[in-house]
T-cell receptor, first 115, second 111 residues
Framework: DAGVIQSPRHEVTEMGQEVTLRCKPI?????LFWYRQTMMRGLELLIY????????DSGMPEDRFSAKMPNASFSTLKIQPSEPRDSAVYFC?????????????FGNGTRLTVT | SQKIEQNSEALNIQEGKTATLTCNYT??????LQWYRQDPGRGPVFLLL?????KEKRKERLKVTFDTTLKQSLFHITASQPADSATYLC??????????FGKGTRLSVIA
């Protein structure tokens, strides 16, 4: 299996622009997670899905952030409009079972820089 | 609020020694703890999972303990090698909730 695939690996954009991050989870995994990592705050959960349905989006910082999972093999995280404080590494992860007792499989992340 | 703290931001250790990393949790009673390794520019990679009713878990040179009285997990790497240099993340979960992570400890093993 190719693992969790994220694109793009790097994204540089100007403040106010729309940014879309993409994720392809491992085939057969029922859970998909979006995390954000910064030096100050570490790895924070933004939102997670079970069988394509959003379960908890309480970590999404603002209405500027939205996430979708139109099918089992694809998810997007969109920021519109982007701001410099959104600069971070965004990780997608998937797991096969209830997330607390099964490993998370992470992608290699998208490094977002908003100038 | 629930908090996971990894006490050391960075830890330097001599090759061959045992590295011990600490994870403490507050306002929380996790049922599961997981440890991950993260290399620069890469996503975290799962290493070990331990349940609250397990005192200790081992995998090759790795050992994890879970002390619910002290609200602490210890992660040990025995006979450490320069290739073990990475950031190690502790994650905790209760019930069916997703993992909450600490900020990580950057381990450097010096030859």
């Amino acid at each position: 299996d190719a693992g969790v695939i994220q694109s793009p690996r790097h994204e540089v954009t100007e403040m106010g622009q729309e940014v879309t991050l993409r994720c392809k989870p491992i085939s057969g995994h029922d859970y998909l997670f979006w995390y954000r990592q910064t030096m100050m705050r570490g790895l924070e959960l933004l939102i997670y899905f079970n069988n394509n349905v959003p379960i908890d989006d309480s970590g999404m910082p603002e209405d500027r952030f939205s996430a979708k999972m139109p099918n089992a093999s694809f998810s997007t995280l969109k920021i519109q409009p982007s701001e410099p404080r959104d600069s971070a590494v965004y990780f997608c992860a998937s797991s096969s079972r209830v997330p607390n007792n099964s490993p998370l499989h992470f992608g290699n992340g998208t490094r977002l820089t908003v100038t | 609020s629930q908090k996971i703290e990894q006490n050391s931001e960075a830890l330097n250790i001599q090759e061959g020694k045992t590295a011990t990393l600490t994870c403490n949790y507050t306002n929380y009673s996790p049922a599961y703890l997981q440890w991950y390794r993260q290399d620069p520019g890469r996503g975290p990679v799962f290493l070990l999972l331990i349940r609250e009713n397990e005192k200790e878990k081992r995998k090759e040179r790795l050992k994890v303990t879970f002390d619910t009285t002290l609200k602490q997990s210890l992660f040990h790497i025995t006979a450490s090698q320069p290739a073990d240099s990475a950031t190690y993340l502790c994650g905790a979960s209760s019930g069916n909730t997703p993992l909450v992570f600490g900020k990580g400890t950057r381990l450097s093993v010096i030859a």
